[in-house]
């Protein structure tokens, strides 16, 4: 079969340098899983890499002419294709209760949807690492005081540490993207368990960048707290200023004053 066709509709750029391809399937470090999920492989320029290691790999992709090429060419993959779209698909069908990581060059389109996605299932992911536009990437990574420092970054980081590995020039996919990419790389933390309840504490975190720029006395108006805690000090920050363990400082005071996740 003829190479695959990259479609803008599914936020297809094919990665043609193999030794950046190589570079990202040794960030794994195999520790702790023998299963991993690829997801968007294209053409599996990613995968061969992956197939040479003393692991279990299975691909996800919702291309079906990148399915039909990659059982052409990669017999290794025969009954390890999963021809579904990741952000719907119950990845339990495939790995019941078994820990396994996830790698990509992912989709610039879903790749924050794919993070969220992965921290459903952070008790069985212990590593998660892949290509995304640069920005995305730095944003996962991000400290405190950043403008891209978000969502993201918090949420990311309360149950992962997270590394910004290396940069991607645009010249080497087919077709470039108009932007440079990023690698970067989740390792779940040894206690990833929250002090505080972990759905008020994903309501605070969204809720209070929601409004990033006043302060978090206005922004977690609708959270509906009482006026001893609003006159708390932290509340005059804005949510940019406070980092990952201030956050959930924030949700056991916000528990406290009686708030129901």
Known sequence: MEKVKAKKHLGQHFLKDESI?????DTLSLNGYDEVLEIGPGMGVLT???L???INTHVIEIDTES???LGENYPKLKDKIISQDFLKYNINEVYK???FAIIGNFPYNISTQIVFRTLEFRDQIPEFSGMFQKEVAERICEKKGSKAYGILS???QAF???EYLFTVDENVFIPPPKVKSGVMKMTRKEDYSLPCGEKLFFTVVKTAFQQRRKTLRNSLKTLNLTDDLRLDTIFDKRPEQLSVEEFIELTQKIE???VQS
């Open 21 to 25: 391809a190589k570079a990202i399937a």
């Open 154 to 156: 918090v949420l990311a």
């Open 52 to 54: 040479d290691k003393p």
């Open 48 to 50: 061969k890499y992956l």
């Open 97 to 99: 209760d078994k820990q």
């Open 256 to 258: 406290a004053d009686g």
């Open 160 to 162: 992962y540490i997270t």
């Open 67 to 69: 399915v039909v090429y």
